[in-house]
């Protein structure tokens, strides 16, 4: 008679395609966030601003100094191919970059806490972007002081 072979995964397989299968469910459950805000001079003239990817066009957006930020969400693909860019046009000057590129990972827009020591959960998943006179600015919160994401001038007006 001859024996059945049985044979069960090991607990490090085991562990591997549950961090896979999380993997696969948070990229495409996790919607991504990106807020535009406007921290230019009251009075000044109107931020106007075009987002796109390469299947969604935006359009056009005025903002004016200290009103609500412009925000948007969506899913990410599903082989890191998601990118967003916009136009800035602002009293003559203007700047066109990247608002979100997957590439980025989560350096730019990921905000995580400490739990117990051990585990690292996500509590945000926005990009905030500051427009001001000097630059545009980017931050992992909207908190001006927060010691998890100082907010970093990235561009200049004139950047293309």
Known sequence: MKSIPTSFPSTKSLFLNILTLSLLCSACLCKIHVDISNHLP???????????????????????????SYTWAFRPAWFS??????????DGKDAVFDVYNEDWGVDYCAQYVLLSGRYNIMISDTCYWQVTADGIYLSKTSDPVSSEGPWLQMHNWGDK
């Open 42 to 68: 009251d009075g000044s003239p109107s931020l106007t601003v075009r987002c796109q990817s390469r299947d969604d066009d935006l359009g056009y957006q005025e903002l004016f100094p200290n009103q609500s």
């Open 81 to 90: 191919t998601t990118l967003y860019f916009c136009h800035f046009f602002w």
